[in-house]
């Protein structure tokens, strides 16, 4: 990533930063309540409830602002196709991966989000690592593995299958990051999330489908959760970060994904009254330090 390019006007940055840390703060509760609801409703069955109701909702926006500029069939095409990888493929893997494995192997693997991004935008030549950027990259992914917990990480098993979901989710959602955003600088933000979730509608149908059709046990409480899961952990943080990716560069995006364990660690504290530990102080630190050093390259790029 270039540290000398700027990728947002200096207005849009203060705005952006909050966006991305109010994703962060809304799929922090994700895990929690996804475990509660996969009690009574099976992983597919939430995955295609998700992408239906994104579909859904973002669809009916999109289509009641029909007056804006219509989206080319070819880039119909490409951004059904990262809707495939960001949305269909990343539901499925991450929530029946969460079912195979521990919460703390999942909250490890889920980690490599950034790093993949930036590896596909290397890749991709879509940015160039600076050594500003590398740096804070290494700083946060440490800290984010010191607070919680590595060496409790216990790969192989029974839960090796529900690891390698959660490790494919993270790829399919980091190359989402970087391949959507020219998409979303070209068509908007709600266009481009509304064709990501037609398309992953379509294609989780199959899986989810029938889970869905025999859910009739399921209680009210885990329907008001998954209503929950719909307005918060996916439609709030899906149009925020498609808005965030038009003002800010995709490693931005992503090295944001690394509050989550802070955000646990604060929830902790402040809710069930946990103590704060030197450690997780120290790893937190670490971790704004490394988003610190990945955001403030570019913001003194800014004329």
């Excluded at 109010?22 to 922090?28: D, N, P, R, S, T």
């Excluded at 290397?122 to 060496?151: C, M, Q």
């Excluded at 399919?172 to 020219?182: D, E, I």
């Excluded at 509304?194 to 859910?215: D, R, T």
């Amino acid at each position: 990533m270039s540290d000398a390019r700027p990728d947002a006007p200096p207005g849009a940055a203060p705005r952006v930063h909050l966006a991305l840390v109010a994703v962060q703060l809304a799929f922090g509760t994700l895990p929690v309540v996804g475990k509660l609801v996969m009690e009574e409703l099976a992983p597919f069955a939430l995955a295609w409830v998700r992408v239906l109701g994104g579909a859904v909702f973002f669809g009916g926006l999109w289509l009641a602002r029909r007056g804006e500029a219509r989206v080319p069939f070819a880039d119909v095409l490409r951004i059904a196709g990262c809707g495939l990888l960001g949305m269909a493929a990343n539901q499925v893997l991450f929530l029946g991966g969460l079912e195979r494995t521990t919460a703390i192997n999942a909250s490890v693997l889920v980690t490599t989000i950034p790093v993949f991004a930036f590896l596909v935008a290397l890749i991709t030549r879509a940015e160039r690592l600076g050594p500003r950027s590398g740096l804070g990259l290494a700083l946060a992914f440490a800290g984010v593995l010191s607070l919680v917990g590595v060496e409790e990480l216990t790969l192989g098993g029974r839960s090796a299958l529900g690891d390698l979901m959660i490790v494919i989710n993270a790829f399919c959602y980091g190359a989402y990051l970087v391949l959507v955003r020219p998409f979303v600088g070209r068509h908007g933000s709600l266009a481009t999330v509304a064709i990501g979730f037609g398309a992953a509608a379509i294609a989780v149908a199959p899986f989810g489908a029938p889970h869905v059709a025999s859910a009739g046990e399921a209680g009210a409480t885990t329907w008001l959760l998954v209503a929950y899961i719909l307005a918060v952990p996916t439609a709030l943080t899906y149009l925020l970060n498609a808005w965030a990716l038009k003002h800010a560069p995709s490693s931005t995006v992503a090295i944001y994904i690394y509050l989550q364990p802070v955000v646990g660690v604060l929830f902790a504290v402040a809710v069930l009254g946990e103590a704060l530990e030197p450690r997780a102080v120290a790893s937190s630190a670490a971790v704004l330090a490394g988003i610190g050093l990945v955001i403030t390259r570019r913001r003194r790029a800014l004329p």
